[in-house]
């Protein structure tokens, strides 16, 4: 759940988009992605409706080998205890203020047809035609952008063909959002510079 466990400044992303859901599931955050864990959330009635047949057998017959392993109930209940500790979704949702604010003061530059995101999660849109929004004609510059980041230490992905993804750690600081939005503009130079030599640019 990309979305969940503070990413977007609050628990859960229907948390900060205010709907509820009727199903959940949970992985990774579930225990910081050290130990493999998952959890499936369903409401009563469901819950209710597998229960009563099953009781007329004997067993709720659901489950898989590793279900409720001690080490992976350990991990993630210690990792909870620490998102709480150490009020991390609070201070996820004033980074992710933060990271938002400093990615839009790209929105002017000759590829950025779009920036969108909440909290610790966003996208920078690459575009061939700022003024029509007009995508290029394969993924190959976000490509180039990815490769461009890495070459000035910044490791990112591209995502959707030409956007470029950021999810940064929840306990990422200020210096060090200034330092990747610093290595992204390299980057997004270099690319530039590309996509006009390889005069990718739509007029």
């Known amino acids: 759940m990309i979305c969940g466990f503070g990413r977007t400044g609050n628990d859960f992303g229907c948390t ?26 369903i409401p009563d009635f469901m819950y209710q409706a597998m229960v009563e047949p099953s009781a007329q057998v004997g067993v709720f017959g659901h489950g898989y080998t590793y279900s409720g392993h001690p080490v992976a109930c350990a991990a993630a209940l210690k990792t909870l205890q620490i998102y709480e500790r150490d009020n991390l979704f609070s201070h996820a949702a004033t980074m992710g203020d933060y990271l938002q604010t400093r990615l839009n003061t790209l929105v002017d530059h000759p590829l950025v047809g779009e920036v969108r995101g909440k909290g610790l999660i966003a996208a920078v ?13 394969d993924g190959s510059v976000g490509t180039f952008a990815k490769q461009a980041c890495q070459n000035h230490g910044l490791l990112i992905r591209a995502v959707g063909g030409n956007s470029i993804a950021f999810c940064p750690p929840l306990i990422i600081d200020k210096t060090q959002i200034d330092e990747m939005l610093d290595k992204f503009k390299l980057a997004l130079q270099d690319t530039l510079d590309h996509v006009q030599s390889a005069g990718l640019i739509k007029n």
Not at 16 to 41: D, G, N, R, V, W
Not at 125 to 137: P, Q
């Open 125 to 137: 849109e690459l575009v061939a035609n700022k003024r029509t929004g007009a995508s290029f004609d």
């Open 16 to 41: 900060t988009m205010e709907f509820t859901p009727q199903l959940m599931s949970l992985a990774k955050q579930l225990s910081s992605a050290y130990i493999p864990i998952s959890a499936s959330i």
